[in-house]
């Protein structure tokens, strides 16, 4: 059985995330006597894998208490017959020296450690946990155990760093379904994209209730996976009233945009893009999500046009194009939809990238030397995220990176990675003097 423990200064919170995990295997085990007072252990049920989870006490290394001094004493004599430490650390304060001198033991130890920042409840404190990347781990998740957030990634960690693989014998019910929202001006034809997968030899899993008024989402299997498509079919409404439909539609489409993972954006081969067009898809790009564009209705363009020809066309006025994979197809007549399909499952697997720490600097560092500039240093990167893909990276002076220059460095990033049609998020940080 592996062991694993949860370590940090005193209230931190490793009780709560102790209890927050337990929960889930509802099986405590037992209480096992110290040397000099109880830490807690129990069973961590994780896909049928069971791992003993062990809540130590605080480290203080500024107390007089012989009783506090004996516990710390216990937690190092206990270091060697983990297989994995949970470090956890208060997002909401600032690393003092009891963090560094715990990262330091926890570094000699040779183990593998997880470092859970804690207590972080609003997206706005998220940008913080970069700060913690100086204690010198590479694995960093943010969470707030008594809030119950971003258990599941720590979960997915610990499964990772412990190789466990799911027990074949017990059915999971939490796998994950790619999510994919059909967006699009009205009268694109995404209701009938959306009726050709609907009622195409694929299968209909379910019918599901969407969370947003209006809308239903349908499971459809393709091949032997799951995929849940987003059905805007309010946007599909005609009113006299422009602007309300407007408004309407950008707000069911926003609603869709932020539930999804992938996000087909449709235009119609006939009609110009639009401001409309703009904005949508700005706006999912900016929230993360992988973006295929799809264009319909080719069965009925101008007899001159190629595929070719119509992406240079709308790369010239909006070069936000660039950025995203093309398909070209007919709803009605059921043509380019296999092609499309081969895109979603391209854009699932690629977004979900683990680059590798060594190949990320050789390649950053390659991307700057051939901007030429001297001023612009770079001393580390490591991917902190996916989906969408995140990056850190530490610099000798953010003010020197200007915004081109940023977006130039995430562009080949995505050109030299394959990475078309996911977005890409930069964090420089100035490295610490």
Do not use: C
């Not at 809308?215 to 009233?241: C, H, N, P, Q, V």
């Amino acid at each position: 059985m592996k062991r694993i423990g949860i370590i940090g200064r005193t209230n931190v919170g490793k009780s709560t995330l102790f209890n927050r995990l337990i929960k889930k295997s509802r099986s405590i085990t037992s209480s096992i006597a110290g040397t000099t007072r109880d830490y807690v252990s129990g069973e961590l049920d994780l896909d049928g894998n069971i791992s003993e989870l062990i809540d130590f006490g605080g480290f203080d290394f500024n107390t007089a208490e012989v009783i506090e001094k004996n516990v710390q004493s216990s937690i190092l004599k206990n270091l060697d017959r983990l297989d994995l430490i949970i470090f956890v650390v208060d997002g909401k304060v600032v690393i003092g020296d009891e963090e560094k001198r715990i990262a330091e033991l926890l570094r000699k130890s040779k183990k593998p450690v997880i470092l859970v920042v804690n207590k972080v409840e609003k997206e706005s404190e998220k940008n913080n946990i970069y700060d913690f990347y100086a204690l010198g781990f590479s694995d960093v998740v943010a969470i707030s155990a008594i809030a119950n957030l971003d258990i599941g990634e720590l979960i997915e960690l610990i499964q990772k760093k412990l190789k466990f693989r799911k027990n074949k014998s017990i059915k999971s019910t939490t796998e994950k379904t790619t999510k994919i929202a059909i967006i699009g001006k009205p009268n694109v034809g995404k209701s009938s994209l959306f009726n050709t997968l609907y009622g195409s030899e694929r299968s209909i899993v379910t019918t599901i209730a969407g969370t947003t008024r209006d809308s239903i989402d349908e499971k459809i299997k393709i091949g032997k996976k799951d995929y849940l498509f987003i059905d805007t079919a309010g946007l599909r409404r005609k009113t006299k009233i422009y602007e309300k439909l407007d408004k309407e539609s950008s707000h069911k489409s926003i609603e869709s945009i932020n539930r999804a993972d992938i996000v087909l954006y449709l235009l119609d081969v006939s009609s110009l893009v639009s401001s409309y067009d703009i904005k949508l898809i700005n706006y999912a790009w900016k929230k993360g999500k992988s973006i295929l564009v799809v264009v319909n209705k080719w069965d009925l363009k101008s007899p001159d046009m190629t595929e070719k020809k119509y992406q240079e066309l709308i790369t010239i006025d909006y070069s936000i194009f660039k950025k995203f994979p093309f398909v070209f197809i007919s709803a009605i007549q059921e043509k380019g939809i296999e092609r499309m399909l081969e895109e979603i499952k391209r854009l699932e697997n690629i977004s979900s990238i683990a680059i590798k720490t060594s190949l990320l600097n050789n390649m950053i560092r390659k991307i700057i030397l051939d901007m030429g500039f001297i001023d612009l240093k770079v001393f580390y990167a490591v991917q902190t995220g996916k989906n969408p893909v995140e990056i850190v990276i530490f610099v000798n002076n953010k003010k020197y990176f200007k915004p081109k220059y940023i977006e130039y460095i995430e562009g080949q990033l995505r050109l030299r990675l394959n990475l078309l049609g996911v977005p890409i998020s930069i964090i420089l940080r100035d490295r610490e003097r």
